[in-house]
């Protein structure tokens, strides 16, 4: 007797002490599956000090929700504001009234007017694209292209249209990649089921030729029930495109849940290629699926990735290749350092300094531009903004 009372504590001991490293692995594993915020698997924190290499300088103030930036050849900058203003600012000022006013624009929420984009023959061709919500019968964004004149924007063609929208999840980039093709980000108008649907073109990034027309190589030409147009899938609203040089990837910035359609936090950086499947709503924050892509990084809580951007310029020689990108809800910029498609490292610049960050730029100096959006009803406006500032080299004096 004294014996089997014996073993049943053994027995005991041995299930308690399988309990508990059962327990102990389960804590691994999720460690191992949620990586701290902002992070990507083999990720690391950057270690370099980089903010004392430059200067912060306002460029242009008191604006109105600076959305998108561009120079032209001639060095002139273009940008445009949320509510259907294009600007322009050349020879060190910022000319009073609008380059052009889009007429049809519907400017609530996160839409009104969005991207441009030049041709990539603009020197001669004077072309340029803008991205902008219209209401017919609900919101929905159009692409249009307009010839610059000494008379205004004349020639309007619309590249395409009916892309639904709403409030809220309305995209929408565009960015020419090097194969001369517009590439165009689109949210999910929040219904997140459409990012699935191939006929639909919500929740996408689209892939057209400079006339609207679709490239015969798109993955989903021809097959039935598919938009012709559609690059990739699974998207919920991306804000962020660039090609990165020499490998040529398309990197994306893309916001994740907001809490009513799903746990909040989740942003994410992508790398999107011809016909995958990027998983929203099926799969988001880190989650796996055969089939799906998972994101590059991911942040959770929130940063509200807003732009993209590959830094290809000689005054910041040490930011060589790097990507930026603008948060909102995180007020700052993220600096990613890469080695092809492998992250190297991260570092937050300007946190919590200028509020809600949108759209980040390189000029034709070589300087990094970026752009307040702290009068679009979420931020708190300073005096002089929304603002369009820089990034200047601490070597470089006035």
């Not at 990735?305 to 603008?326: D, E, I, L, T, V």
């Amino acid at each position: 007797m004294e014996n089997l009372v014996k073993i049943n504590r053994l027995t005991s001991e041995m299930k308690s002490n399988i309990f508990a490293w059962l327990f102990l692995i389960s804590l691994v594993a999720i460690a191992c599956s949620h990586p701290p915020p902002g992070r990507g698997a083999g990720e690391v924190e950057s270690s370099q000090l980089t903010q004392s290499s430059f200067k912060v300088e306002t460029v242009i103030p008191n604006l109105e929700v600076v959305w998108s930036i561009v120079w032209t050849p001639d060095g002139r900058m273009l940008f445009t504001e949320r509510p259907g203003r294009v600007r322009v600012y050349e020879n060190g000022n910022l000319r009073p009234e609008p380059l052009f006013v889009v007429p049809d624009v519907e400017p609530r929420g996160e839409s009104g007017l969005m991207s441009i984009a030049l041709h990539p023959q603009f020197a001669s061709n004077h072309l340029l694209y803008l991205s902008y919500a219209y209401n017919s019968n609900g919101q929905q964004v159009r692409v249009a292209r307009y010839r610059e004149t000494p008379a205004g924007f004349v020639d309007r063609k619309v590249i395409i249209e009916g892309i639904p929208a709403a409030q809220f999840h309305a995209g929408c980039r565009l960015r020419f990649g090097p194969d001369g093709k517009l590439y165009i980000t689109t949210g999910d108008a929040t219904d997140r089921e459409l990012a699935q649907q191939l006929n639909s073109l919500a929740g996408k990034t689209l892939r057209l030729n400079d006339d609207g027309s679709v490239p015969s190589d798109n993955p989903f030409v021809g097959q039935a029930n598919a938009r012709p147009e559609i690059w990739t899938y699974g998207n919920r609203n991306g804000q962020g495109i660039d090609f990165q040089p020499a490998t040529n990837l398309l990197w994306e910035t893309e916001h994740g849940p907001s809490g009513f359609d799903g746990p909040g936090g989740g942003d994410e950086v992508n790398i999107l290629e011809r016909g995958k499947n990027y998983g929203w709503p099926v799969i988001h924050h880190r989650a796996t699926h055969p089939g799906m892509e998972s994101p590059i990084l991911e942040y959770t809580p929130a940063c509200a990735p807003a732009s993209g951007m590959f830094y290809r310029g000689s005054m910041f020689p040490q930011f060589k290749g790097n990507f930026f990108f603008g948060c909102l809800v995180g007020t700052r910029i993220i600096r990613v350092a890469l080695n092809g498609r492998q992250v190297v490292s991260q570092e937050d610049l300007l946190q919590g300094k200028y509020g809600r960050i949108r759209d980040v730029a390189e000029g034709p100096d070589g300087f990094i531009y970026f752009s307040t959006s702290n009068r679009d009803g979420r931020g708190s406006p300073a005096k002089d903004d929304d603002r369009i500032l820089r990034l200047v080299p601490t070597s470089i004096t006035k």
